[in-house]
């Protein structure tokens, strides 16, 4: 069955550094995959969309790459600052629908 | 504020009740998804409707349903409601359907809660 893990442990990070987050996925053969933002007791938001013949995308101090070989994108957050604590939700596209991860929790400590 | 609204905000009611939750897309925005999450499942995607009609089912229970509108609003019926349906339910919209920017909005939720 198609499954997508991301970490369950809250990434604490130090303000400043770059936090990384991984996601995977098995059984999937995505043509795109998502990133999207949520807030506790809030709708997610998205961040990016990176494609399966794109290997890296950027906005801002986000970047995602997408490696279809490992099954495996990576999101990272270049100088963290607090107000980047949040959980971030991995959603690749396929089967004519997105799906989305457990997420992981960011907590950007001052 | 992401231009999709979803009524109530938050809802209580008891087992075997039957309860109604409505989301108006973003002006112009054809898709509407419905997803629940609770706090061990995640989001989990429910249904998927496209100018009225339904796209694609995902874990939705018989005991729910939905529809969409010739106005493009939408309402998830949930009915002989277990305590197991706690969750918030979230409502997206995006332009269109299975395509490469599939870019969903989401609303602020509604939070069900049976008691």
New interface residues.
């Given amino acids: 069955s198609q499954k997508i893990e991301q970490n369950s442990e809250a990434l604490n990070i130090q303000e400043g550094k770059t936090a990384t987050l991984t996601c995977n996925y098995t059984n999937y053969s995505p043509?795109?995959l998502?990133w999207y933002r949520q807030d506790p007791?809030?709708?997610?938001?998205?961040l990016l969309?990176i494609?399966e013949n794109e290997k890296e995308k950027r906005k801002e101090r986000l970047k995602v790459t997408f490696d279809t070989t490992l099954k495996q994108s990576l999101f990272h957050i270049t100088a963290s600052q607090p107000a980047d604590s949040a959980t971030y939700?991995c959603a690749p596209?396929g089967n004519?629908?997105?799906?989305?991860?457990?997420?992981n929790q960011v907590v950007v400590i001052p | 504020d992401s231009g999709v609204t979803q009524t109530p905000k938050h809802l209580i009611t008891a087992t075997g009740q039957r309860v109604t939750l409505r989301c108006s897309p973003r002006s112009g925005d054809l898709s509407v998804y419905w997803y629940q999450q609770s706090l061990d499942q995640g989001l989990q995607f429910l249904i998927h409707y496209y100018n009225g009609e339904e796209r694609a089912k995902g874990n939705i229970l018989e005991r729910f349903s939905a529809q969409q509108f010739p106005d493009l609003h939408s309402e998830l019926n949930l009915s002989s409601l277990e305590l197991g349906d706690s969750a918030l339910y979230f409502c997206a919209s995006s332009v269109v359907v299975g395509q490469l920017t599939d870019t969903q909005y989401f609303g602020p939720g509604t939070r069900l809660t049976v008691l």
Avoid: H, S
């Fill in positions: 043509a795109y998502q007791g809030r709708g997610p938001v998205f969309l494609r939700l596209f004519n629908r997105l799906a989305f991860g457990k997420g």
